[in-house]
């Protein structure tokens, strides 16, 4: 149990470390990457994933980096529910100590830059449109697809091949079902950043919008244990 909490929490820190990292790259002031835009964002995102997958599995983890794969093993009863509960904590623990890296590595970036939304939108997603019933079925669909598709791909064992397969599988849903919310699909990767971004001395942050948080915290969830249910009737 031991090894899998810390390969997860090492693995979702460098998730988040990367991932919020672009995310901050291309939308704070006075940073090279300024205005990079969206292809460069799920790119970097997709590499993240990757390189977490590589940590974890490399420190005992499993490479899930979501607390949507322990949350499906205990539903269908797979797994030590003692240990799967270790690795989510260690998916939030992760994904908010990754944030906090990502803060002091800007940190000179923040106080030059104005925008107080585009500060949270280094931390966490918000929707394009903001329509919670679309909103939630955005998140719950992208993570369909992503559970859904991720565990035909990494059907067989396939080692260290799975992370640059998985980081493919979140490019795609990044690119193709991005757009509406800015695809959290992982409630771990929202609420971890989310409350970095409410805890941490940021310059001009303003609120953490915890209005919208149950969206991208829930919505995976039940994207990604519909998509575990599917799967499991369709194999028999």
């Known amino acids: 149990m031991y090894s899998a909490t810390l390969g997860e929490f090492l693995g979702t820190t460098i998730l988040i470390l ?4 672009v995310c901050a790259a291309v939308t704070l ?32 983890g499993p490479g899930a980096l979501n607390p949507v794969g322990p949350l499906a093993d205990i539903a269908q009863g797979k797994g030590e529910l003692v240990a799967n509960l270790g690795m989510i ?20 970036h ?5 925008s107080a939304p585009a500060k949270l939108g280094v931390f966490c997603t918000a929707p394009a ?18 559970v859904f ?27 193709g079902l991005g757009g509406t919310t800015g695809y959290a699909i992982n409630p771990a990767r929202d609420f971890g950043p989310r409350l970095a971004h409410a805890l941490l ?11 919208y948080a149950w969206i991208p915290l829930l919505g995976p969830c039940v994207g990604g244990l519909l998509a575990s249910l599917v799967i499991r009737a369709l194999n028999g």
């Open 129 to 146: 449109i903001r329509d919670p019933k679309a909103n939630f079925f955005s998140e719950a669909l992208g993570t369909f697809a992503l």
């Open 29 to 60: 002031e006075k940073s090279y990457a300024k205005n990079a835009g969206w292809i460069v964002v799920t790119a970097g995102w997709a590499f993240a994933v990757a390189c977490g997958i590589f940590v974890s599995k490399a420190f005992g």
């Open 149 to 175: 598709i991720a565990s035909a791909v990494t059907k067989e064992e396939l080692g260290v091949a799975t992370g640059p397969l998985v980081g493919m599988v979140v490019w795609a849903v990044g690119l």
């Open 18 to 21: 990367l991932g919020g990292g």
């Open 110 to 114: 923040w106080a030059e830059t104005s």
């Open 89 to 108: 904590a260690g998916e939030f623990a992760g994904a908010f100590t990754g944030a906090v890296l990502v803060w002091l590595h800007y940190l000179p």
């Open 201 to 211: 001395p940021i310059a001009g942050k303003g609120g953490s919008d915890w209005g």
